[in-house]
């Protein structure tokens, strides 16, 4: 398929989020081949669930459209969704590489028109919003979504639905009989950007996660403060979609914890101080934040943000580490246990929701890698030792969305590196 | 004040800390605490006793010597080692507890009459004298502690359950003269002898 382009001089990039994207894009940029590929259908990875960034408050939507403008004006780099790195042969200027392509049933005809997603009624959990609404078996991942084309779910592709769906596509888009492809490539360097995900909260047995409806995650929050998100951006607490006003966050669920992730997540502190202002904007002075934590870990130039946080007279803090949480089954209220580090007072107090602060896991753990790539002590990853593969953005180490940024153009400057070394040797 | 105690004090002077990580079992974790309150929190007698686990383990690093060893604390731990699954920094803190009210005990300086720390020593003493627990007299040790009113009401309730128990033969009368011993009785005796002196030396207990 793609095999005749990719050569020694090829760069490939795995993982379409906020940090592959920005390689490619650099890498492409200085004139270098990239091909970059995605697992899910879309591009846009985690920054693209995210409701506003801190410390400015802006919405994501406008830096994945700068980087979606960018990428759609070079030739240089390929995109291909559904698509997982399954084998890693070789060395650094010379991999060979295995991927495998999983059907979207939808080809490039596709004008986004919505009518297959009209024709079918079957509804699968929606990964955009993490489950927490649901979408039409033939759908469109999210509103940014690249590329623009809609998805038909494996589960309705050989059933009467399917045919539906293809029935309803006036451009002849839909192809049930697509097959999943094996594509071998070669190419010179990877950059690793496969990014994170949210810490399981169920493995924390004392908070509950699985038992109340009433404890969600951050990044569930998130979804529930966007306007695209399943509440139409209204923050109703999940168990009976009364509104949540009074609101507990919880730092630390699941990170600096050996027992769970031992490593500082960085970001969580930073994004429960935004998210007490998504609840200042949905309320006003009748909202009120609580923030649990250990010590809060403003990283780098978020002090200030932190200290504004701090003069919101909505926003109170806790410096506890919560033991547990119970509810209180009259109204569902979550209620907090635990004693204070500063005077030691026993509590135990009820919110109408409560928010994990939960930490970042690379998406790669429990993933057999390629050999040669060395993990750290929590399965981030820092490369290959003969520098032919680069760990790049949250892959790499827990990062926030502009620090992501910056460590993935380093990995493009590596990869770039790599590439003209190959350049020189294969030249001689 | 016992003479172990002035020792200690001359010792280590003003340095608690150094004191318990030399001389309380697991005691050289207590520096690991980063006090975020999850033991407080989750120990079930928590609302019961003088001082919480990271409180015990904070005033330790301020040097509260007098108010740490003679806390009650330690001797209401029960051992359900909640707070040991839940530290986020893997502290053995059951561990801590009984090494601090072990130590205390030591120095003679742990709370008197704190009904815990007299079962424990009533416990003890039956224990050594025959190298198993004695379970007759041990219970009516512990019946008549509170003086020979309340022992006497105490064993008349359990009469039924001691009248049963010795019916199905897990209880004999005869136990009450002293009761069976281990076999080698002295050479259990001995291997005593020996970890105390082996004790006494690793954490510098002169004698």
Known sequence: ?428 | MSDLNTQAVARYKNNFLREVEERVEEGDMVKMCMQCGVCAGSCPLGPHWQHSPQKIFMMIRAGKREEVLTSDSMWMCTSCYNCIVRCPRQLPITHIMHGLANYAHRLGIAPKGQPTREFAKTFWNNLIKKGRVNELTLTLAHYFANGIGPGIQIALNMQKIGLGMVLAGRLNPMEIFGGHSVKDLNGFHAVLAKAKEIEDRKKGFSA
């Open chain 1, 1 to 428: 398929m793609t095999a005749s382009i990719a050569t020694g001089q090829t760069i490939l990039v795995v993982g379409g989020g906020i940090s592959g994207m920005t390689a490619a894009l650099e890498a492409a940029e200085c004139g270098k081949q990239v091909i970059l590929v995605e697992k899910t259908p879309t591009l846009g990875g985690r920054t693209a669930q995210l409701y506003r960034y801190f410390p400015k408050m802006c919405h994501p939507t406008c830096g994945l459209e700068i980087n979606l403008r960018r990428l759609k004006g070079n030739p240089n780099v390929r995109v291909m969704t559904l698509t997982e790195v399954t084998a890693v042969a070789g060395s650094r200027g010379n991999y060979a590489v295995t991927l495998k392509v999983a059907p979207r049933h939808v080809t490039e005809n596709c004008t986004a028109c919505g009518d297959c997603g009209k024709a079918v009624t079957s509804e699968i959990a929606d990964a955009y919003n993490y489950g927490l609404g649901k979408v039409k078996a033939a759908y469109l991942p999210h509103a940014m979504a690249y590329p623009q084309r809609y998805v038909i779910d494996p589960s309705i592709a050989g059933t009467a639905e399917g045919e539906a769906a293809k029935a309803a596509c006036k451009y002849g888009a839909v192809d049930l009989g697509m097959q999943e492809e094996t594509v071998q490539l070669n190419v010179g360097a990877v950059v690793w950007a496969t990014g994170w995900r949210p810490y399981d909260a169920n493995k924390i047995q004392p908070y509950g996660y699985d038992r109340y409806a009433n404890v969600i995650t951050s990044v569930e929050f998130e979804r529930l403060a966007d306007p695209h998100g399943p509440t139409g951006g209204k923050i109703l607490r999940p168990g009976d979609g009364k509104e949540a006003k009074n609101i507990a966050f919880i730092q630390c669920a699941g990170s600096r914890d050996e027992n769970h992730l031992r490593h500082c997540s960085r970001i969580c502190c930073m994004a429960s101080l935004k998210q007490t202002q998504y609840v200042r904007e949905a309320w006003g002075d009748e909202g009120k934040s609580t923030i649990y934590y250990i010590d809060i870990r403003a990283i780098d130039r978020f002090e200030d943000f932190y200290q504004m946080v701090q003069k919101d007279a909505t926003v109170s803090f806790v410096k506890s580490k919560v033991a547990r949480i119970a509810e209180n089954k009259d109204n569902g209220n979550p209620v907090l246990h635990g004693v204070d580090t500063e005077g030691y007072h026993r509590y135990a107090t009820e919110h109408d929701l409560v928010v994990l602060a939960v930490g970042m896991e690379p998406e790669v753990t429990g993933v057999k890698l390629p050999d040669d790539i060395i993990l750290d002590s929590s399965n981030f990853i820092e490369g290959s030792r003969d520098g032919g593969m680069i760990g790049a953005g949250a892959a790499s180490s827990p990062l926030d969305v502009n620090r992501a940024v910056q460590s993935a153009t380093a990995a493009s400057l590596r990869a770039i590196q790599v590439i003209h070394k190959n350049a020189a040797t294969e030249n001689a």
